[in-house]
């Protein structure tokens, strides 16, 4: 049988990742729970920096701009899932899909981008004090950000490119939501070429963002070492949130990768359990690791809470 006589026309996708879920209720609530407190921790970081004046300058534009990757980022998985666990509608359009796979996977490219370059940010600031803000003002910064989105959305339109062409087979998924992997198993062709373009992709991505951060602290740790034993404290605690940042969000990727590369199959759901803390842990760290490890933001929340409590 020829794929134009097996392929099916697709109007919307089944989501079917969630079929063997034992508790979808409460799985969707603890979503639910997570991504409203993930969109609120960041929605605020970006609301205190473009109301504060104080706060224009160039390391909190690049706070803002991880706040508005992380809200891409969970706002393109998160509401599927919790629509088919909570209100148990598990279809979604063949449009629709297609928007929130883009959505997703440029969500996880910027957030690759936006480590890399705060990663600079903090190279600088320790490296070249006085000089920083020649160096780094808000106007490069912001057309460094831009840049970096232009060249995330080249990477990732690639996907769309090789999937519309491809007939479909099925309309159901096995996994969660709407990414590549879950859309390229619906169609009637050999998924592991594709997959194999997507690994080259992103093992380029990876090792480029992941190296030049790492050789980014390796620079750090240098200057720090130079430094004078009162400033040490001081230069350490600037890196210590974005190191946390930076390690919530690859620990998953690398532990993923590892365990494939390992030969170690994972189920469904663990895949499924893996990837959701993936999208939702770093997102929910992100916001509250700033708002706690940086003086400005914790000074002007400390003064809201005391007006109030007035």
Not at 55 to 65: A, E, Q
Not at 141 to 151: N, P, S
Not at 263 to 275: D, F, I, K, S, Y
Request: aromatic share 14%; charged share 15%; with cysteine.
């Amino acid at each position: 049988m020829s794929l134009q006589n097996a392929s099916i026309q697709v109007t919307e996708f089944i989501i079917g990742g969630f079929d063997k879920t034992e508790k979808p209720l409460v799985a969707g609530v603890v979503i639910l729970i997570t991504y409203i407190l993930a969109l609120f921790g960041n929605t605020i970081n970006i609301l205190f920096i473009i109301n504060d004046k104080r706060l224009h300058k160039p390391m909190y534009v690049l706070i803002c701009n991880l706040a508005i990757v992380d809200i891409l980022y969970t706002s393109s998985a998160c509401p599927t899932m919790i629509r088919v666990l909570v209100a148990r509608v598990n279809t979604i359009s063949y449009v629709h899909c297609y928007i929130e796979m883009f959505a997703f996977h440029l969500g996880g490219v910027m957030e690759m981008f936006a480590l890399a370059v705060m990663a600079l940010d903090r190279l600088i600031a320790i490296g070249c004090p006085f000089k920083y803000h020649s160096y780094l003002t808000n106007v490069r910064i912001i057309v460094i950000t831009h840049f970096l989105w232009i060249a995330a959305g080249a990477f990732v339109s690639v996907l769309p490119a090789t999937l519309l062409p491809l007939p479909h087979c099925r309309s159901k998924m096995k996994y969660t939501f709407c990414d590549y992997a879950a859309i390229i198993r619906t169609t009637c062709v050999d998924p592991r070429p594709y997959f194999n373009l997507v690994t080259v992709i992103t093992f380029f991505l990876l090792f480029f963002t992941f190296v030049f951060i790492c050789l980014s602290y390796i620079l750090i740790i240098f200057f720090v070492k130079l430094s004078t034993d009162s400033n040490k404290w001081k230069m350490g605690s600037t890196c210590l949130s974005h190191l946390v940042v930076v390690t919530c969000y690859y620990c998953p990727l690398f532990i993923r990768i590892v365990l494939t590369r390992l030969g170690v199959v994972l189920t469904l759901e663990a895949r499924h359990g893996l990837m959701i803390g993936a999208i939702l842990g770093p997102s929910l760290v992100n916001p509250f690791v700033y708002c706690l490890r940086t003086k400005e933001i914790r000074c002007k929340i400390f003064r809201i809470f005391k007006i109030s409590y007035d």
